[in-house]
């Protein structure tokens, strides 16, 4: 399936400026931009992957991670072929890097319909870049959102204001990772990035434009991408624009794709970014791919007892009330919506 795109403008000689990531390549007739998905036909830009859904699971929300967002949902979670980012460290570059049109043909009803099957709460796009294939994810976004559905971006933020308008018409929640904590250095050495600057306007663009839930993600890459003077400057910069109680996670890197020959995150590194981060004010605080980590758990910011207690993506204890407010001491802890039904049961994939 292709459509033509939505999110692109017109340029002299049949030439297309596609606006849906920061990267707004021009591109001439019969040629297709970075993300290998979108491309230009007769004038047009197309949307190469419109209806193929190249992988499917139904995951817990806390695996995006969002975790102060409906705890405890089951996600039906897609993606498409193709991404705007190159980073040699992902996890999933057999789908975001594959510059091939794949997957299994689905309408957005039927992704819909697919998540309402598998007893999920919402979708998330996430595996490579949504923003690239926008267009499908708000149809099928609308589409979920007639059955009851959330929606979630897993996003890496490099957007601009015209997705973010688009995001508005259908998303719910977003977590915006941040990668190597936005050092200049290692977003052009290591995911091909000259300026991670369009990821902070996203931000504040999401902030000012729409209500979805944001939550921040940091990966953070032993030796190269584990900068604490950039933790810290990210750090003030979510406590300066969003407040304290702006959740934000620092994940921990494992080896892969081509960058087997580095270590997985030392469990100290990913500390000392957590103090820099609560040194900064920040009251929520998460170390992420670390299960069994105290760090895990959501602590009260008042009393400091744990209010959700967890291991991994389980959610092993609940200690508020109906209205979200600590047991303890009753402060209120700014977690939406209530704890759902857990995942686990009917587990469902497929990959093509
Ligand atoms: S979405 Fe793809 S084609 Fe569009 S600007 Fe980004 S990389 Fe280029």
Redesign the pocket.
Known sequence: MTKEAI??EKMPNDKTL????????E?GKDQ????????NKDGK?ELFVYGKVIAGHVDPIEKKPVIHYNPGSRIFSIATT?C?WLCKYCQNSDISQRRKVEGEDMTPEEVANTAIEYGAQGIAYTYN?P??FIEFARDCGLAARKKGLINIFVSNG?DTPETVKMMGEFLDCITVDFKGSAEPEFTRKFIGVPDPQPIFDTLLELRDKTNIHVEITDLIVPRVGDNLEYAAKLSKFVYDEFGPEMPIHFLRFHPDYKMMDYESTPVKTLEKHYQVAKNAGLEYVYLGNVPGHPWEHTYCSQCNNIVIKRYGFDIQGWNMDENNRCKFCGNKIPITGKLQKGYQQNRFQFVC
């Open positions: 999110l692109y596609c606006t849906a990531c920061a990267r707004y390549c591109i297709i931009g970075l993300c290998g998905i979108r491309g830009l193709g705007n870049q923003s690239i490099y």
